[in-house]
């Protein structure tokens, strides 16, 4: 997944944690690192989260991405 994400080029870095417990996902942190050229409202942060949901299978309300 984070090969995916740092495709975008307004993305220089991407950390995914994912927190488990028995084979259930509980939660996934992503922690997105900006291009220097780039300002945090240019990423959509809904976007991510839907990838994320969609790639694990899980509601993205088990998500949570924080953006430097």
Known sequence: MTYVLEED??????EIDISYLNEEILSVTAEIILAAQNKENEIQSDKIADYISQTLDIPTEK??????
């Open 9 to 14: 080029d307004k993305i220089a870095d991407c």
């Open 63 to 68: 998500i949570a991405i924080s953006i430097h």
